[in-house]
C-alpha cells in the first residue's frame, strides 16, 4: 500500500479575517498537497511567521487592525521575512489600491470572488519563480564566484559573499565592505571611465587588469536599468623576481618593491614589508623610475605587466 507524502508542494498562509474564505483556501490548498497556516489578522500573521516561516502568503487587503499593505509593509522590512512572497486578495479595483500594493511589496492581485483553480495557478507560478531565486542565491552565497552590482554613481547595490571577502582583504583590510557603500578606490575611478564608455557604445568592457589592486574586472550592463555587473578575479599573474630583475636591469629589491606597490601597496607600506624606511623605498623608485624611462608608479607596472604577457 503507497503511503501519501503530505504537504509535498510546500507550506501557504492564509491571512484573511472573512471565515468562508479561510475554509474555502485551507480545503483546496490541503486537497493539493499544500500545508496550510491560518492568520485572521496581519497582526497574528506576522507573529506566527516569527515561529514557522511559510512558501508564499495570500494576503487579504481589508482587515481588522493592520490592513494586508501595512502587514506586507511590516514583513518586507524584515530582511530574514522579505523574501516570502505576497498574493493579496482583494475585491478593490481603483488603480490606486492596485498600485498600492506592489508598492508595498507584493508580487501578484487574486480579485474576489476566489476561483480555486486560478488560485492554485497563481501560487504554482510564483513559488518555482521563488525557489529558483532562492537555488541561485544559494549557489552564489556559498561559492567563490565574486561578483557585485552597482548604480551609475558606483555605489555597491549587491554583492556576493566572495565578493565582500576579495573587495575588504585587498582593498580595505581595516574597515568592512557593504551594499550602499561606494567602490573603493581605484575601482571607483575604473568603474566611472567605463560607465562613461558605455553610455556612448553601449558596449560591454572587456577584461580590464587594474594593477595597482591585482584585480581582472570585468563590466557589463544589468537587465534592470541604472544598475551594472563587475566580475571580480584576482589576477593569475605570477612574479619571478629573479626573472624580472634580469629581464629589466634592476636589482633583486627594486623587483620586490615594484612587486608590492603593484598590489597597492604605499611607500610606507612597503618599507614596513621589507624592514626598510619609506626614505629608502623613495630612493628605489627612483632608480626604478630612470631604469624604466617612466614617471609613475603606474607606469612602472605596466612595464612589467606588458613584459609578462608577451611571453
Known amino acids: ?54 512558501d508564499i502568503i495570500l494576503m487579504d487587503v481589508l482587515m481588522p487592525g493592520i490592513d494586508g499593505f501595512e502587514t506586507c509593509r511590516r514583513l518586507k522590512a524584515d530582511p530574514l521575512k522579505a523574501d516570502i512572497p505576497v498574493l493579496f486578495m482583494t475585491g478593490l479595483s481603483e488603480l490606486d489600491d492596485l498600485l498600492r500594493g506592489f508598492s508595498e511589496g507584493g508580487l501578484d492581485y487574486i480579485i474576489k470572488p476566489i476561483r480555486p483553480p486560478e488560485v492554485l495557478a497563481r501560487i504554482d507560478v510564483h513559488l518555482g519563480l521563488a525557489r529558483d531565486k532562492r537555488r541561485a542565491e544559494n549557489a552564489l552565497s556559498q561559492g567563490t564566484f565574486s561578483a557585485l552590482t552597482i548604480d551609475a554613481s558606483g555605489c555597491i547595490t549587491w554583492l556576493t559573499p566572495a565578493a565582500k571577502t ?83 636591469g634592476l636589482t ?42 617612466v614617471a609613475t608608479r603606474a607606469a612602472a607596472v605596466a612595464i612589467v605587466l606588458q613584459r609578462t604577457d608577451s611571453r
Open 252 to 293: 633583486f629589491r627594486e623587483a620586490e618593491i615594484l612587486m608590492w606597490i603593484s598590489r597597492g601597496k604605499t611607500n610606507k607600506e612597503v618599507g614596513l614589508i621589507l624592514e626598510s624606511s619609506h626614505r629608502t623605498v623613495n630612493k628605489h623608485l627612483e632608480h626604478i623610475f630612470e631604469k624604466l624611462g
Open 166 to 248: 576579495l573587495l575588504t582583504e585587498v582593498m580595505q583590510p581595516t574597515a568592512s565592505i557593504a551594499i550602499n557603500d561606494y567602490l573603493p578606490e581605484p575601482i571607483l575611478a575604473w568603474a566611472k571611465k567605463h560607465l562613461e564608455s558605455a553610455a556612448t557604445t553601449d558596449k560591454e568592457s572587456a577584461d580590464d587588469y587594474l594593477t595597482n589592486t591585482g584585480f581582472s574586472i570585468k563590466m557589463a550592463p544589468c537587465q534592470s536599468s541604472g544598475e551594472y555587473l563587475l566580475l571580480l578575479k584576482k589576477s593569475s599573474r605570477e612574479w619571478n623576481l629573479a626573472s624580472l630583475k634580469d629581464s629589466l
Open 1 to 54: 500500500m503507497e503511503i501519501e507524502t503530505p504537504y509535498v508542494n510546500g507550506t501557504v498562509m492564509i491571512v484573511d479575517d472573512t471565515p468562508g474564505n479561510l475554509a474555502l483556501l485551507s480545503d483546496t490548498l490541503s486537497e493539493a498537497g499544500y500545508r496550510v497556516l491560518v492568520a485572521t489578522d496581519g497582526l497574528a500573521a506576522l507573529e506566527q511567521i516569527d515561529y514557522l516561516k511559510p
